[in-house]
């Protein structure tokens, strides 16, 4: 290529990368400000959520014509290549993730002010680790650090510990008070969406190892249950 086409080509890896931390920072904060409406029970916020998750949405768009862009036109090669196919799959990921912080928001006026369910009070520091995990699987995309994404996959299950404590504190406290069967089964929701934003997390993580890599990560134990949208 010549080096037009080359700086060319540079400037739309770079581009690509900044869409896909654009993204993921708006996911991060969609999580984040998701979780406060929950424990605040502020409707305008998860309200703010709910509506700035089309964002999300058109950065993902702008992903894959990008990335559609740079293989039909550059024909990348090696690292090149995997890079612009991992960013592709990211973004679809990342979305998902916005859905996910959104579904939280939307039960957010389902959830009494008053709520006395200790759950409501753990699923903060849940989300934080999830958030986290995210945060820190895009720095390793960027970095290009298969190591910092092995570190990611390994906090998955902390979050699952989490999901399957909250799940049997919830299930105890609906057979014991079955007036708040509804608002607990809610919480359970919000618990499942945190812990498939983990997996997700877990997912990018693969994804970064392999664009540096070359090679796939061992499999890991992977959750059957379906999404809930």
Known sequence: MTEHTLRAFDDEIV??????????????AAIDNAMTALTRHDLDLAGNVVADDKKIDELEIAVERLAVQILTLRAPMADDMRETVAALK???????????????????????????????????????LASDM??????????????????????????????????????TFMMENPQTIGEAAHLLFIAKNLERIGD??????????????????????????????
Do not use: W
């Not at 579904?103 to 753990?122: D, G, P, Y």
């Open 15 to 28: 581009e690509l990368r900044g869409l896909i931390s654009e993204m993921g920072g708006r996911a991060e």
């Open 134 to 171: 995210l945060h820190d699987v895009l720095n390793a995309f960027a970095a290009r650090d298969p190591e910092a994404a092995v570190e990611v996959c390994q906090r998955d299950k902390a979050v699952d510990d989490f999901y399957n404590s909250i799940f049997r504190t919830l299930l």
């Open 200 to 229: 997700h997390a877990t997912n990018v993580a693969e994804m970064v190892y392999f664009s540096a890599t070359g090679q796939y990560l061992p499999d890991r134990e992977r959750g059957t249950a379906s999404d809930e949208a």
């Open 90 to 128: 990211i973004a679809g990921v990342i979305e998902r993730i916005g859905d996910y912080a959104k579904n939280i928001a939307k039960r957010v006026s389902q959830i009494s002010r008053k709520s006395k369910i200790e759950a409501l009070s753990v699923l903060p520091a849940m989300a934080r």
